[in-house]
């Protein structure tokens, strides 16, 4: 009968749908992972306060001027028509004249406590933590608030690193937003793309700090972005790059494996012969292939080895084949299964 056939086909497809589906809307990360990222330099920029530092951003998003006087930079997703952003803000603290903060004034700053205090009017609290960034006393302030401009209410959800330059006091703004009434999908967008905020977090670089408090340069006079190196792993930040490999790890084996999990477990619930198992297999794992090279391209970044993509073979066929034998032959020699 063909039915089996027709419903083995249309579940491979219905599987390799989903998963491309996921790996577009359920990794923003992965651009960022597979090396297609800029970096935007603040030194010498009008709004810095003579802060410098660097940091990297996916390629499809767009930079872009921020319009108020202690905004830098702010980057929005899907080529600036996103309702995803990031944004360097930066505040001026007022210190009196010679005043310098020694490392243990720094982590008094950013403990939890003192770290709520710097919640905008109307927040409500999601998490405050110290940690570090360059080696220096910095903290993560997550909230959600609401606001109202020109008669519309939105709901922003906003994770943010928090360190001090000088007398600088430097917050990178990462937030997603939506209608006021959209709090369940604006909390999945925001763990959606944490992980990418992580990373991005995770880029930012202090120049002064490893060049003895000497200017490095970056890139051309006047230029206050520059486009990243061809390698797609941060080798230089042992702790970026661990994060990175993590999260390549989990999203590629994770996209690979749907099809033939739900094939094994949801719509056939049996295992298949070897034969049909290495059929499918192969399919699903050249049609992925194709499709991130395809990706790769479109994005103007360097084509893997495909390598993942065979080993995720052998592992499909044995999820999809695991528990299958033949049946006993019966009277007339014939055996089934």
């Known amino acids: 009968m063909m039915t089996r056939p027709l419903l083995l086909i249309a579940a491979v497809i219905f599987s390799l749908a989903s998963s491309l589906l996921l790996a577009q809307a359920v990794d923003p990360a992965r651009e960022f992972l597979e090396g297609s990222r800029t970096t935007f330099s603040t030194e010498g920029h009008a709004k810095a306060n003579g802060l410098n530092f660097t ?101 922003i959800q906003a994770w943010t690193l928090n360190f001090i330059s000088g007398n600088t006091l430097v917050q990178v703004q990462f937030q997603v937003g939506g209608p006021a009434a959209s709090e369940g999908d604006v909390a999945r967008r925001m763990a959606a793309f944490k992980p990418l905020f992580t990373l991005m977090a995770n880029s930012i670089v202090l120049p002064d700090k490893w060049a003895g408090g000497e200017r490095a340069a970056v890139g051309a006079v006047g230029s206050h972005a520059r486009q990243q190196s061809s390698s797609s792993l941060p080798s230089d930040d042992p702790s970026l790059l661990a994060l990175t490999l993590a999260v390549s790890f989990l999203v590629t084996w994770g996209i690979g494996l749907t099809p033939p ?28 292939w194709m499709a991130f090279l395809v990706l790769n391209s479109a994005l103007g970044e360097k084509p893997g080895t495909g390598a993942a993509w065979i080993i995720m073979f052998f592992v499909a066929r044995w999820i999809m084949s695991r528990g299958y034998a033949l049946e006993p032959a019966d009277a007339s020699g014939v055996t089934k299964g």
């Open 261 to 288: 999990l739900l094939i094994r477990y949801v719509f056939l619930r049996r295992p298949l012969s070897k034969k049909a198992a290495a059929w499918v297999a192969a399919g699903f794992s050249a049609a992925f």
């Open 55 to 155: 940091i990297a951003y996916p390629n499809s998003w767009a930079a872009a001027e921020g319009e108020r006087p202690n905004i830098v930079q702010k980057f929005v997703s899907e080529g600036g028509r996103g309702l995803e952003m990031a944004m360097i803000v930066t505040k001026e603290l007022p210190l009196p004249p010679g005043t310098v903060l020694t490392n243990e004034d720094l982590k008094e700053l950013f403990v939890p406590s003192e770290l709520r205090g710097m919640l905008p009017p109307g927040a409500i609290l999601v998490d405050a933590r110290s940690t570090q960034i360059e080696a220096e006393p910095a903290g993560i302030l997550e909230y959600t608030m609401r606001a109202d401009r020109a008669g519309m209410a939105f709901l």
